[in-house]
């Protein structure tokens, strides 16, 4: 495992832009992906978007046109730019990595290290 460390959640309004910004700490292995998950309250955690060791990306519907993923140059870092926040985006945001030679992040079970977790909260 690597220690995955988050930063940039918050209160916003709808409409409003927020970033995610996680770093892998100490990252020995090449060929892995990493990506975002999101947990609402009371819902299970679900997959937002996902940058894989080629660069290809995926998003899920209900994010797309409205969320963007990138990546460090040293490829261990990701970050998450959300713009057009609604109140359904509301949920504690996690930094996710595969493990050493997953190139693709597609589910939980490809997970290797999450970060701590970001509370986003959009209010109407």
């Known amino acids: 495992q690597v220690q995955l460390v988050e930063s940039g959640g918050g209160l916003v309004q709808a409409g409003d832009s927020l970033r995610l910004s996680c770093t892998a700490l100490?990252?020995?292995?090449?060929?892995?992906?990493m990506g975002w998950f999101r947990q609402a309250p009371g819902k299970e955690r679900n997959l937002v978007a996902a940058?894989?060791?080629?660069?290809?990306?995926y998003y899920t519907d209900s994010v797309k046109g409205r969320f963007s993923i990138s990546r460090g140059y040293a490829k261990n870092t990701v970050y998450l730019q959300m713009n057009g926040l609604k109140p359904e985006d509301t949920a504690v945001y996690y930094c996710?990595?595969?493990?050493?030679?997953?190139?693709?992040?597609?589910?939980?079970?490809?997970?290797?290290?999450w970060g701590q977790g970001t509370q986003v909260t959009v209010s109407s």
């Open positions: 996710a990595a595969t493990r050493p030679g997953v190139p693709v992040l597609r589910s939980e079970t490809d997970v290797g290290s």
């Open positions: 100490a990252r020995a292995s090449s060929n892995y992906a």
């Open positions: 940058m894989h060791w080629s660069d290809a990306t």
